[in-house]
């Protein structure tokens, strides 16, 4: 394959034709932020957060969908390109609700690490704000529009399973949202609640309604599990807290990896609530019993003892 | 000496009489929230956020502040409890910036623990903000008076840890504020920049103006070890991010506990200097050039063991460092005697 | 130290002889203060009105280098008002009767003469200090560094065991230690004399131990020299070689301009360092090093505990831990040294070490461990002499007053003493480099008297010209009464200000201690 030397922020870098300027930095160790972009969902250009300044292009353009050319002279973080990025995050922060403080993706989101990064440290601009009610109408996926940002990964990734594309961009303008067709709760849509969605989401617009309330993100632990419910062998983190798993989130979602309800409630049956001992109800109420009791076994248990002692 | 036991949450724990409810809630691993307590101040009361319900109490109390006396009933999250604090929590938001998005102790901060728990969404009261000035006119200490909420602590450690009572409370009602003497800035009073003002700070007022700066409190990870400065020897954690120490916080250490001075805390910038030596140097004709470590190596061992054999092994002398571990000294003087063959080693310990 | 550093807040009396402990040791400032609110005495004996001199009850602004008078005299008052501990005296310690003749002539009317403090004033003190259940004493390089250094302990510890303050908590003789791991570099055998845990290497049976453990033969039993025997060695040419590990003489030794000479005569100088220091600059070969964020390790303190430093970054570049520096040093010159880690190497230390017998990583998980901890069951010696002295009985050693080598005269009218400064460290090497401690504090004066400064018609903030009888520096100068008339100060950590090029070389007789505290100075207007 062909390849093509450009140079990003004074250094050389050779990759194969056809690689994205995005790519190329990010291979290089570079830094860019990216919203719309994940490696699994590419191509989209639409929040222009990673906006670079090429030598000889008349504007910035979005290094996500720009190809690296040979001899491409490349600034990720010049004034202009930095000055660029704290504006989208100054306009996306002005129709953004300020609640870090309890929002649950606090400490796990990209709205509020370029903010920090690039130090911005509010909404630039004053005017009209969203005020949706927030959707909460199924028991798994908790949506909240007014944080969304538009950057349309959930879309993407939904639609990146066959007859599902539950959700996509609806109304015009300042009205723009993502929903379910004709506008109705998730809970009366055909979402399965696979969680693809709330997995790409880069803030805190989509979160799962098992979490909420049950700690902050630095607080959880995570780690990697393979679910073994179909032969898809999709991926989803245990989260735990304090040592203890408190519920289980999808992980990235890439194609042919479904994710489905099943698997991630699957999980949490086997992972979540552990319970030391069986139980059964005595007097209404449950309580700690020995297997063999639980079972019904212990005359079983009983006549091999007594078949030993024979023996 | 004389116990006393009493009940909070339907269970019983017996504690030494003069223990506070706090203190006894703590023995049984029970939760109560905490703004203006500190276990190694002396005892404010002034943020009611630990108020608890106490069976025959007028009022509630604050558990801080109460002894816990024999057959006393406490409950810790009533109703009534949760109620109380959350109008407390939300007496504090509206007066205080929502710039979690940026601030440096988001994710370390009692203010944003206890909302979390409490659901308390922002300020519930409309009114007036502070509108301070943010102080950062010198280059270890961040102080924003905005998001002060008026705890105390560091008015009590200046005092009681420190010692110097650089600062205190100024002016009154809605106005009151911590300041140095005078209401001037720290660089402008005696503050000597020991931190640990800023080391008891529940919430954002006070933050390490460069570690606050590059990283998030979720982001960092930290190291226990030993200050290289005096002979004190405190212990701190050093705080690392991206595999680069952005900053020092204080744990408790065997010596220092919390307290440290301004090196301890804000002396680590040496670390990743840029003129930190990276490659073995070989002098030629006067002038220093990089050198691979096999070649400084060889030429070190050639040219020392040379003038062993010629001249004898008293014609050379080592100095070890004060600064080096006990392991570094330890292998030194094992060098110097052992391979070597002088007992020609020495150290500053007179400087 | 005999006693841990919390003592300190629980003792009654504090006596701080020569210690800038709010400015150079500032956490153990701490304990002081906290023992003032206690309702503790406090004094403080120190020419400069510091921090901590304006917190004590009394301060004795002695004159420079007059210690051994005003300790001696406050002996002569507890003897002579029959104030001191005559069962510890018995029972503890020998030679008292030495001590009481040599102290007699120190009555406080002679001692106001040599130290210019009050008698009155110098009667109190030593009553306040014999009085009290438990009295400790502080002290720094104000005490040490001085010819008569040593006997300037001598004298420091007969005044404690004359009060029997000493061999129980809150009390006791407690240098506090300027570096980091001084005390561990001095148990470690970093000196010319003694192996680890101070075992001499005149003794054949040590040798032989260490010898066997380090599979050798045989190890040399004629003690090395000293730091300064060194420079005198290199500038004679009887020392070619050297090896320097994270030290800079150049800035921290007497009469700088000579030591740079004397290092400038090696055939071969290799310094290992994290910077290329004023000392680094002259050497042939230079290996760089990790930084103690770079590497596990241990420190010992300053009340002897033994602490972990921890690994929290990669070294930068190439640079790498002493240790192994050291050891592929040693593989080079035919002699192989393979440890895994430090934690290795403390075996090895361990297990030729009886102070150190009982400490290893795992135990330091802990918490730190004061030595002597001989076992791994031995919880550890946070006091020392306790029922009984290393040596068995308390020698009372009788020392006599000297003056300074060096006393201000027509010529060189002030005296200059040195020392630290809050901010900074030592030669600079680190502090200088922050981003943050410069930035504050970036330049250094001199301290002069209004008086003085009177005298040569010189205003704050004007430069002016030190010059000794070995060199000058330029500096701005600070008028301020923390100087008394005749003294002026600074300190040794500003690379521009490299003070050390007038100090007196002239050391004390036993530990070659430089006196740093007093030589003669004149000082000029410039501008």
């Known amino acids: ?311 | 000496m004389a116990e006393v036991t009493l009940t909070i949450n339907g269970g019983q724990i017996t504690v030494p009489q003069g223990s506070t409810i706090l203190n006894a809630a703590q023995k049984m691993g029970v939760f109560i929230p905490t703004l203006c307590y500190d276990p190694e101040l002396t005892i404010d009361g002034s943020c009611r956020m630990c108020v608890v319900e106490v069976k025959g109490a007028r009022t509630l109390m604050i558990s801080c502040a109460t002894a816990a006396t024999e057959g006393m009933v406490v409950e810790t999250e009533s109703p009534a409890v949760i109620e109380a604090r959350k109008t407390i929590l939300e007496l504090l938001l509206a007066n205080h910036p929502l710039d979690c998005l940026t601030c440096g102790r988001n994710g370390d901060c009692r203010l944003q623990d206890y909302a979390y728990r409490y659901g308390v969404k922002e300020g519930g009261f409309a009114g007036a903000m502070h509108q301070y000035p943010i102080e950062d006119d010198n280059p270890f200490i961040v102080r924003d008076m905005n998001k002060c909420i008026l705890c105390g602590k560091c008015v009590r450690a200046c005092a009681q840890i420190q010692g110097k009572n650089v600062v205190d409370y100024t002016y009154r009602g809605f106005d009151t504020k911590i300041a140095p003497a005078m209401d001037t800035t720290l660089a402008g009073s005696d503050c000597v920049f020991c931190g640990n003002c800023v080391a008891v700070c529940p919430v954002g007022a006070l933050q390490e103006k460069v570690l606050r700066s590059k990283a998030r409190t979720w982001e960092i990870n930290k190291v226990r070890t030993t200050c290289p400065y005096c002979g004190t020897g405190c212990n701190f954690d050093l705080n690392v991010k991206d595999g680069k120490v952005v900053g020092v916080t204080s744990c408790d250490g065997d010596v220092n506990g919390r307290a440290l001075c301004v090196k301890g805390r804000f002396g680590y910038g040496f670390i990743h200097h840029p003129d930190r030596l990276s490659k073995p140097l070989i002098k030629k004709d006067g002038q220093f050039v990089e050198a691979s470590w096999e070649e400084a190596l060889a030429l070190v061992a050639e040219k020392l063991g040379g003038i062993r054999d010629n001249n004898g092994p008293d014609a050379l002398a080592v100095l070890s460092s004060a600064r080096c571990t006990n392991e570094e000294n330890y292998l030194l003087s094992k060098l110097t005697r052992a391979v070597f063959g002088t007992n020609n080693i020495d150290h500053c310990a007179r400087l | 130290m005999t006693n841990p550093i919390q003592d300190v807040a629980g003792a009654d009396f504090i006596f701080a002889i020569g210690t800038n402990t709010t400015e150079s040791h500032p956490i153990i400032g701490l304990q002081v203060k906290k023992a003032v609110r206690g309702g503790s005495t406090l004094v403080v004996a120190d020419p400069r009105k510091t921090e901590v001199a304006e917190l004590a009850k009394v301060h004795l602004q002695i004159k420079s280098g007059s210690d051994i008078a005003l300790l001696n005299g406050m002996a002569n008052v507890i003897i002579a008002e029959d104030l001191y501990n005559k069962e510890f005296v018995a029972e503890r310690t020998e030679d008292f009767e030495a001590f009481k003749a040599a102290v007699e002539k120190y009555t406080p009317e002679y001692v106001e003469g040599i130290t210019g403090i009050a008698a009155a004033s110098l009667r109190e003190v030593a009553r306040g200090y014999a009085r009290v259940k438990n009295a400790t004493i502080l002290y720094t390089m104000g005490i040490t560094q001085h010819i008569c250094g040593t006997h300037n302990v001598f004298a420091v510890a007969n005044l404690s065991m004359l009060c029997g303050h000493i061999g129980k908590p809150n009390s006791g003789v407690n240098p506090l230690r300027g570096q980091n791991n001084v005390q561990g570099a001095c148990d470690m055998g970093a000196l010319p004399a003694v192996l680890t845990g101070y075992q001499g290497v005149g003794l054949d049976d040590v040798r032989a131990r260490f010898a066997s453990a380090w599979g050798l033969e045989s190890l040399p039993a004629k003690p090395g020299i000293t730091v300064g025997e060194m420079l005198e060695g290199a500038s004679h040419g009887t020392i070619k070689g050297m090896y320097i590990m994270g030290e800079n003489p150049v800035l921290s030794d007497p009469d700088a301009n000579h030591v740079v000479h004397a290092l400038d005569k090696l055939d071969f100088l290799v310094v290992q360092d994290i910077f290329l220091t004023e000392t680094a600059q002259l050497a042939d070969v230079v290996l760089p090093a990790a930084s103690f964020a770079e590497k596990d390790g241990t420190f010992s303190n300053t009340e002897r505990r033994v602490q972990r430093v921890r690994k929290a970054v990669e070294p930068v570049g190439e640079a790498r831990p002493d240790w192994q520096i050291l050891c592929q040093v040693a593989t080079a010159m035919g002699y192989p040294m393979n440890y895994a880690s430090p934690a290795d190497i403390m075996k090895e230390i361990a297990s030729l070490t009886p102070s150190y017998g009982g400490i290893s990583y795992e135990r330091l998980e802990q918490g730190g461990i004061q030595w002597p901890c001989p076992n791994p069951e031995h919880p550890g010696t946070p006091v020392l002499h306790v029922g009984k002295f290393s040596r068995g009985m308390g020698k009372f050693n009788p020392v006599e007053y000297v003056a300074p080598a060096e006393m201000p005269d027509e010529q060189y009218p002030l005296v200059l003493s040195t020392g630290r400064r809050h901010f900074h460290y030592h030669t600079g090497t680190m502090t200088m480099r922050t981003g943050a401690l410069e930035v504050y504090y970036g330049t250094e004066y001199l301290e002069i008297n209004s008086a003085d400064a009177a005298k040569l018609v010189i205003c704050d903030g004007d430069k002016v010209k030190v010059s000794s009888r070995r060199g000058s520096v330029e500096l701005s100068a600070r008028i301020t009464d923390v100087v008394p008339e005749g003294l002026v100060f600074t300190s040794f950590h500003f690379p521009e200000v490299a003070i050390n090029r007038l100090t007196n070389p002239a050391r004390d007789s036993i530990a070659k201690i430089p006196e740093f505290k007093v030589c003669a100075v004149k000082v000029e207007k410039t501008a």
């Open chain 1, 1 to 311: 394959m062909a390849n093509v030397t450009l140079t990003i922020n004074g250094v050389k870098v050779t990759v194969p034709k056809g690689t994205t300027v995005l790519e190329a930095a990010t291979g290089a160790g570079f830094f860019i932020p990216i919203f719309c972009h994940t490696p699994e969902l590419t191509g989209f250009g639409a929040c222009r957060i990673c906006v670079v300044e090429i030598q000889g292009m008349r504007n910035l353009p979005a290094s996500c969908v720009t190809e690296a050319t040979e001899g491409m002279v490349v600034q990720t973080e010049s004034p202009a390109v930095v000055e660029a990025r704290k504006t989208i995050l100054e306009l996306i922060l002005a129709n953004h609700p300020q609640d870090c403080l309890t929002c649950e993706k606090n400490g796990n989101c990209l709205l509020q690490d370029y903010a920090f990064r690039y130090g911005v440290k509010g909404p630039g601009f004053e005017g009209q704000r969203h005020s949706f009610s927030i959707d909460d109408s199924n028991p798994y996926i908790i949506r909240d529009l007014n944080k969304c940002i538009l950057c349309g990964r959930c879309v993407r990734t939904c639609a990146q399973v066959k007859d599902r594309a539950v959700i996509d961009y609806a109304f015009r303008g300042f009205d723009t949202k993502i929903a379910a067709p004709m506008d109705t709760p998730l809970g009366e849509s055909d979402c399965v609640y696979c969680g693809r969605c709330v997995a790409v989401c880069p803030v805190g617009a989509l979160s799962y309604k098992r979490l909420s309330g049950q700690g902050r993100v630095w607080e959880m632990e995570k780690k990697p599990v393979t679910c073994t419910f179909c032969d898809s062998g999709c991926e989803f983190d245990l989260v735990s807290k304090n040592g203890k798993v408190i519920g289980v989130a999808a992980k990235a979602p890439g194609p042919g990896r479904p994710l489905c309800l099943k698997g991630r409630l699957g999980l949490e049956l086997l992972y979540c609530d552990q319970p030391q001992a069986p139980q059964l109800k005595k007097d209404g109420e449950f309580t700690e019993v020995p297997w063999a009791e639980a079972l019904g076994l212990e005359g079983v248990l009983d006549k091999i003892k007594k078949m030993e002692n024979k023996q």
